[in-house]
């Protein structure tokens, strides 16, 4: 039992001796727990949403003040059916709202008129709780000020409603759940490959003592990062396509001939903005279990933050910045918008550039880390 | 072949190598000695440019190190203390990677060089399963691979056996033999005594430098007595704390004491006789370089 006892204790002693490691045992569920308790929720908040109100009416008003009570939408106007289709297929909104012309005409009439919603279908959980929501229009005004029966009148079949709400999913009709994770599955799985194979791939050296030897070879360090990174870049690709592949046989993924282009570019894009992170972890660990540290505490934040299961706009204000942080949030963006809305190259340009960024900022800081290395 | 000039290092303030200054001679194998934490590896490994000089100058083979050039990288090996195999690959996969590192690879001439050096047997065992002694042959391969000028071997023989390391210095003589130039760093007497010229280091200065009979014989204010007669261990503590006593060092039965020339071996062996029962032989032996080692290392300390 001593014995027990004091192997244990020189476990607890080394363990004292890593202060990243005690750091991460505090840190690590503390946030998982701030996040689970107040970032990560399933009903949105602030969902954009395009409309076109033809009607202009003070029934359509209160239609566009009164959607969901607790601010669920962000509204602002654009000037067809069209234009709300490509609004939510670039990405800027998730959700679309049109008030026909006869809207009022057809209310005080008595006829039951249709307000037509658009919800982005690579958002699931949106599209499920506002097909669900059937109080999607509440407050008292609403349906006080549009009933216009008669009530004395015997022979007037009364509608439940007073106008009724038709909800269209765009993209992803089915709402396919596997259609929503799968994407995103590909940017997490390659997250995971890159921060760790990259990731020990310095470390590692170092722990063999192989670093200093080949120092002293005639090459510099860049060629040496070149070198060591390369093997891990190449994985990454065939990894991304594999994967990809196996999406497209197995659960049917959409790999529209048009989104060629674009997923070569992401994969030069993402797989290398992780390369970059993954080398950069290597070489500001002394081990390689610190490395692999590290990169955990990457890849939790990422698939909680990125949109992956939770969407953005169902974060708090305060938390949606930090998802803007993990490169996974831009590769939803695109992947999602490349497979499924066949979004264009265009409105995504900004999350390709904010990756090659990611790429280019870890490759330079990793580099002029390194030059000052010493074994 | 080497020079250094005022070479010194200093990490956050603390001069760890302090005005180093060595001139080495092609075909030479030179020791630097030292106690551990001297500088001796800190040195080592400036001049295999792992490490910035912080100021002084040097030149290998006519490269200045401070430029950090090719050529230079070329015209040197270096055997880490632990020397870094790869343990998942082969001695020959190992020997072939460090090869490619400097060019094209020869097979024949790997082959070559691992008969040489008699680890051709194990030529597809994995490196990791190989005795400490294969792993330091195999090092010692991978050094030499591109065929250097000048050899840095960082303890070279540290946790060897006699018959390995007198093996490896068998070897360390052959490449001295075809006009290599070695640079041995070692806290090993036994090893100091087989260079052709030795340097101590203490505390990052360089106290003492010569061929190691020149630094055996550098004691000449001192004088040293032995004996092998049984003595009363209250005997030890009177020594060390009698002035004119230099150094105590037992050796088995041989008790070794270095003193200084004033107090004279009369003085000694009354001191002495006190606790020894039988009447008193004393010795006058030559220092050896153990004994130099020892009293240059208390001197600064």
């Known amino acids: ?375 | 072949m080497i020079q250094l000039r005022a070479l010194s290092k200093s990490f956050k303030g603390v001069k760890v190598v302090d005005g180093l200054s060595l001139d080495i001679k092609k075909g030479e194998i030179f020791g630097l000695l030292g106690p551990n934490a001297a500088g001796k590896t800190t040195t080592i490994r400036m001049l295999c440019s792992l490490l910035e000089i912080s100021s002084g100058s040097a030149t290998i083979a006519g490269y200045d190190l401070s430029k950090n050039s090719d050529a230079l990288k070329r015209t040197i090996g270096y055997v880490a203390q632990y020397f870094g195999l790869y343990k998942s690959l082969s001695v020959y996969e190992n020997l072939e990677f460090y090869s490619s590192l400097y060019g094209d690879v020869e097979k024949q001439k790997l082959l070559e060089l691992l008969k040489k050096y008699q680890i051709i047997d194990f030529k597809d065992t994995k490196a990791g399963s190989l005795s400490g002694g294969y792993k330091r042959r195999l090092s010692l391969c991978c050094a030499l691979v591109h065929n250097p000028e000048v050899i840095f071997l960082d303890e070279p023989t540290a946790g060897i056996d006699p018959s390995t390391r007198k093996a490896l210095w068998d070897i360390f003589y052959s490449l001295s033999q075809e006009g290599k130039t070695l640079f041995v760093t070692t806290h090993y007497m036994e090893e100091a005594q087989r260079c052709h010229k030795i340097a101590f280091l203490n505390h990052g200065k360089k106290v003492i430098e010569g061929t190691p009979s020149e630094v055996e014989n550098s004691l000449s204010e001192f004088c040293i007595y032995s004996t092998r007669q049984k003595f009363d261990y209250k005997l030890l503590h009177v020594l060390h704390t009698t002035s004119g006593v230099h150094l105590v060092n037992q050796f088995g039965e041989e008790l070794r004491v270095v003193i200084k020339k004033e107090l004279t071996k009369v003085k000694l062996e009354e001191l002495m006789q006190a606790y020894i029962q039988e009447n008193i032989e004393l010795k006058e032996v030559k220092a050896n370089l153990e004994d130099v080692f020892i009293a240059l290392t208390q001197d600064n300390s």
Not at chain 1, 78 to 84: A, D, E, K, L, P
């Open chain 1, 1 to 375: 039992m001593n014995i027990v006892k004091a192997i244990a204790k020189k476990e607890f002693m080394q363990l004292k001796s890593e202060p990243r490691l005690i750091g991460f045992l505090i840190f690590m569920p503390l946030m998982m727990l701030l996040l689970f308790g107040y970032a990560l929720k399933l009903e949105p908040k602030d969902v954009k949403m395009a409309y076109v109100d033809a009607d202009k009416s003070y029934f359509s008003n209160l239609i566009k003040t009164n959607i969901w009570s607790e601010g669920y939408f962000k509204l602002y106007e654009v000037n067809s059916t069209t234009q709300i289709i490509e609004e939510i297929r670039s990405g800027r909104a998730h959700a679309g709202m049109y008030i026909a012309k006869d809207f009022s005409r057809k209310l005080t009439d008595n006829a039951q008129p249709t307000v037509h919603f658009y919800v982005d279908g690579t958002m699931p959980s949106l599209a499920t709780s506002m097909k669900n929501n059937s109080d999607a229009i509440n407050g008292s005004s609403v349906t006080n000020d549009m009933y216009f029966l008669d009530e004395d009148a015997a022979n007037v079949v009364i509608a439940q409603d007073p106008f009724v709400l038709d909800t269209e999913v765009l993209f992803n009709k089915d709402e396919k759940e596997t259609w929503f994770f799968l994407p995103a599955v590909i940017g997490v799985l390659i997250m995971q490959i890159s921060l760790i194979l990259a990731g020990i791939s310095m470390v590692r050296e170092k722990e063999a003592n192989t670093l200093e030897q080949l120092l002293v070879a005639p090459i510099s360090k860049t060629q040496l990062i070149v070198a060591k990174i390369l093997p891990y870049t190449l994985i990454g690709f065939f990894e991304f396509f594999f994967i990809l592949f196996l999406g497209y046989f197995l659960f049917e993924l959409p790999v529209p001939a048009s989104a060629a282009v674009g997923l070569l570019l992401l994969s030069v894009v993402y797989v290398g903005s992780m390369i970059a992170m993954g080398l950069f972890i290597s070489i500001i660990s002394q081990t390689q279990q610190q490395a692999m540290f590290i990169a955990i505490f990457i890849i939790i934040p990422s698939i909680l933050l990125s949109g992956m299961i939770f969407p953005i706009e169902a974060m708090p204000q305060f938390i949606r910045p930090v998802a803007y942080l993990f490169p996974l949030t831009y590769f939803n963006e695109i992947i999602r918008g490349l497979l499924i809305k066949e979004t264009l190259f265009v409105d995504l340009l900004f999350d390709y550039l904010v990756l090659f960024g990611f790429s280019i900022f870890f490759c330079i800081v990793s580099i002029l880390k390194f030059r000052k290395y010493i074994v």
